[in-house]
Every structure is written in C-alpha cells, then in structure tokens.
C-alpha cells in the first residue's frame, strides 16, 4: 500500500532553517508528481509546494524564494527546504501523492517557528 512519511519538522526561531523530508513506499515514485501542504491551527490545508515527476515547480505565493521543493528518485524521498521561516510558516505539514485520482497523505510534521 502506499505510505508517505514525513520527517524533520521541530521548533526553530524566526529567520532559521528547516528541511523535510518524505519518504515514499508503495508507488512508482518517479512518475508521481508530489506536494507538500501545511494546516496552521484554525484554517484550511493549503498547497505549499509541488513537483511534477519531470522536476517542474511551483509554490505558493507566501513561500516563493523561501522554500524549495526537491526529490530523489534514487531514494523515494522529496524534500522541502525551508529557510527565512517566519511565525506565519507555524503548522503542521503534509506530504501528498496523487494515485488514480485518489489522494495520499503522510500523518504529518509539526513546523514551530517562534519570534
């Protein structure tokens, strides 16, 4: 079955450093294009980043020049650098593939940044 899972979220103060990582078992990783999503307390998931399996990118508006998206096809992982975090990048984020139109997510890893 298909199972994403996150690591490497944590506390760190404003304008530090963060990289998550997603494992991936269970797929043809190199043909899945990935995302990563965030949910802060209160509001709706939202679409941080994605890569499609030919390494395009997009990101979010608040993140842009901020964050970069990555994968390792030799490794099942994507990754998500995160840098200049601010209190606003407070949440707990979420890796996704897509399978047959049906969605997979990971459980989870909680980003705290502090001021």
């Known amino acids: 079955q298909v199972q994403l899972v996150e690591s490497g979220g944590g506390l760190v103060q404003a304008g530090g450093s963060l990289r998550l990582s997603c494992a991936a078992s269970?797929?043809?990783?190199?043909?899945?294009?990935m995302g990563w999503y965030r949910q802060a307390p209160g509001k709706q998931r939202e679409l941080v980043a994605s890569?499609?399996?030919?390494?395009?990118?997009s990101y979010a508006d608040s993140v842009k020049g901020r964050f970069t998206i990555s994968r390792d096809n030799a490794k099942n992982t994507v990754y998500l650098q995160m840098t200049s975090l601010n209190p606003e990048d407070t949440a707990v984020y979420y890796c996704?593939?897509?399978?047959?139109?049906?969605?997979?997510w990971g459980r989870g890893t909680q980003v705290t940044v502090s001021s």
């Open positions: 996704n593939t897509r399978v047959r139109m049906y969605d997979y």
């Open positions: 269970g797929i043809i990783f190199s043909i899945n294009n």
């Open positions: 890569i499609s399996f030919d390494t395009t990118t």
